[in-house]
């Protein structure tokens, strides 16, 4: 004799929270220079990775290609508007400082190669310099990384630019 059982009940993975201030592990906030964005080191979804808050629109924003299995992310640091965000970047338990461009989706490791422990990285409001700490002479000292002037800058909508 032979029975066959079936269902039909679809197993629905609990949702994290879409608002501030949970049961979850948030920390290392940093705010954008307009004051609108709020970018923090949250566990919500399983894994420790970075999260930005709109706090105009109440909201968290979808961060494509920024958090990735295996990958430990912390130290975020917001541009003015919120465009760039600086963060390091820990696989195989080996910091880089890294960078995230709204607009583009992309992240890049900035110190990729880098032969010195960094941390604490923070990046200016244009976007253009981050300054980190580095332990290139055997005790935490302070580099600055120009992007260069050919950057798209982080500025306000019909901001001139000053030429340098």
Same mark, same amino acid.
């Given at each position: 004799?032979?029975?066959?059982?079936?269902?039909?009940?679809?197993?629905?993975?609990?949702?994290?929270? *879409?608002?501030?201030?949970?049961?979850?592990?948030?920390?290392?906030?940093?705010?954008?220079?307009?004051?609108?964005?709020l970018a923090l080191v949250s566990n919500r979804n399983?894994?420790?990775?970075?999260?930005?808050?709109?706090?105009?629109?109440?909201?968290?924003?979808n961060l494509p290609g920024l958090n990735q299995s295996?990958? &430990?992310?912390?130290?975020?640091?917001?541009?003015?508007?919120?465009?760039?965000?600086?963060?390091?970047?820990?696989?195989?338990?080996?910091?880089?400082?890294?960078?995230?461009?709204?607009?583009?989706?992309?992240?890049?490791?900035? *110190?990729?190669?880098?032969?010195?422990?960094?941390?604490?990285?923070?990046?200016?409001?244009?976007?253009?310099? &981050?300054?980190?700490?580095?332990?290139?002479?055997?005790?935490?000292?302070?580099?600055?990384?120009?992007?260069?002037?050919?950057?798209?800058?982080?500025?306000?909508?019909?901001?001139?630019?000053?030429?340098?």
């Amino acid at each position: 004799m032979l029975s066959l059982l079936s269902a039909c009940d679809v197993f629905n993975r609990p949702q994290p929270p *879409t608002t501030l201030n949970s049961r979850y592990n948030d920390e290392q906030p940093a705010l954008s220079g307009d004051g609108r964005w709020l970018a923090l080191v949250s566990n919500r979804n399983g894994t420790s990775e970075i999260l930005v808050y709109d706090l105009r629109g109440e909201g968290f924003i979808n961060l494509p290609g920024l958090n990735q299995s295996n990958v &430990i992310l912390e130290s975020p640091s917001l541009s003015r508007t919120g465009r760039y965000l600086v963060y390091i970047s820990s696989i195989q338990g080996r910091p880089d400082v890294a960078l995230y461009d709204r607009a583009t989706r992309r992240a890049e490791l900035l *110190t990729q190669g880098y032969r010195n422990w960094v941390r604490n990285p923070h990046i200016s409001s244009d976007g253009r310099y &981050i300054v980190f700490e580095t332990a290139r002479r055997g005790q935490w000292d302070l580099e600055v990384f120009d992007r260069g002037p050919l950057i798209e800058l982080d500025i306000p909508d019909g901001t001139p630019v000053e030429k340098p």
